[in-house]
């Protein structure tokens, strides 16, 4: 493969997906239960993201107006450009969904058709639509021409998939070329098979076997990009144009403004400082504060600290602070303590302490 800096993507310049220009070659994936609109604006506020996507959507929920399908697909002017991700089966209104999409702010429409998980690959699409690819062909012509009559061709239609249900059924690169001709404006590959679920570890190699298979339209690589410099080694493995990112976000949401970085200009840019990434915990309780109920924000940030301090060393007491919060306002006491010169000091003295009176 080329070395670092010799192709456009390489180069971290920005490329389009169909008629749309991305910033950058870095998608937020659309993590399951974990990419509402709070952490996609914290993503992009951090640098580096080219398009970020809703969670999930079914097809069928976002046309009933459920209230959780509606407030997943919940959209603002900071989180632009949007893509919304639709999943359900040949016999979903999904062509529906995606008018009503559009309608509600999405600038890209994905098809799910990698999503592992039973309740949605054994009967709801995702996963399911790998095994009947004619069908999934014919499914995929319907959205795209239901897109481009709706939007006059100014929003694309692209599909997120994995290698193939299994090893015997490496159908990525077929389906890949059949969905291109179908109009599929991009494909996102995850690297590894259905049955894996999110086990071992993803094939780079074998997404670049996608890579060979399509005539024009990009790739994007996925799978266990999980530090900055995975992306380019991710690129010069697979020839992908575009690499979206994952389950590392999750603990460094700056991933994406260090990885441009390091395609940029060769050099990884530094580690956020501890203040920086107790300014990015802040920022994240506030946006979720702003934009979802509070029982999310406490659901979702007693999750996700444990993720976050992953990356800051020892800071049991800044975890267990959050952990244990009752409220918001407890949150951001929490974390302006840590703000303190001497709190990490204190909180690890205090730590210490604890676990000296407990072994007496």
């Known amino acids: 493969m080329s070395a670092l800096g010799s192709t456009p993507a390489l180069r971290g310049e920005g490329f389009h997906i169909g008629p749309l220009r991305l910033e950058t070659p870095l998608l937020l994936a659309p ?9 996609r604006i914290l993503c992009r506020e951090q640098g580096g993201v080219g398009l970020a996507s809703t969670d999930l959507l079914n097809c069928t929920a976002i046309l009933r107006g459920t209230a959780k399908s509606l407030d997943l697909a919940a959209t603002n002017g ?12 040949w016999d979903d209104p999904l062509p529906e969904a995606a008018r009503w999409a559009i309608d509600h702010g999405a600038q890209l429409i994905d098809i799910n058709m990698g999503c592992p998980v039973d309740k949605v690959a054994k009967k709801h699409g995702g996963s399911l639509l790998l ?12 959205i795209v021409e239901s897109v481009r009559r709706h939007s006059n061709g100014r929003v694309p239609v692209t599909a997120k998939l994995r290698l193939g249900w299994d090893p015997e059924h490496f159908v990525a690169p077929q389906l890949a070329r059949d969905l291109e001709s179908a109009g599929i404006a991009a494909v996102t590959v995850h ?7 999110f086990s071992g570890v993803a094939d780079w190699a074998r997404i670049g076997a996608v890579v060979e298979a399509v005539q024009t339209i990009p790739v994007i690589g996925n799978g266990d990009v999980n530090e900055p410099e995975h992306v380019p080694a991710l690129m010069q493995a697979s020839g992908c144009r575009g690499v979206m990112v994952g389950r590392g976000s999750l603990r460094t ?4 403004r260090r990885a441009m970085g390091l395609l940029r200009t060769g050099e990884l840019p530094p580690e956020p400082s501890f203040h920086e990434k107790l300014n990015c915990i802040a920022r994240h309780v506030e946006l979720l504060n702003r934009y979802h109920a509070v029982e999310h924000v406490l659901h979702c940030m007693r999750s996700r600290i444990s993720w976050y ?9 800044l975890k267990e602070g959050i952990r244990t919060a009752p409220d918001v306002g407890t949150m951001f006491r929490v974390i302006e303590e840590w703000r303190r010169p001497d709190g990490e000091v204190i909180s690890r003295i205090s730590d210490d302490l604890k676990l000296s009176v407990d072994r007496l």
């Open 31 to 39: 993590i399951a239960g974990h990419c509402d609109l709070a952490f």
């Open 78 to 89: 900071l989180d632009q450009p949007c893509g919304m991700q639709l999943y359900g089966n």
């Open 131 to 142: 095994c009947d690819a004619l069908s999934t062909m014919k499914l995929a012509e319907r």
């Open 191 to 197: 690297g590894r098979w259905t049955v894996q679920m």
């Open 253 to 256: 949401p700056w991933i994406f």
């Open 309 to 317: 301090g992953k990356s800051m060393g020892h800071v049991k007491g």
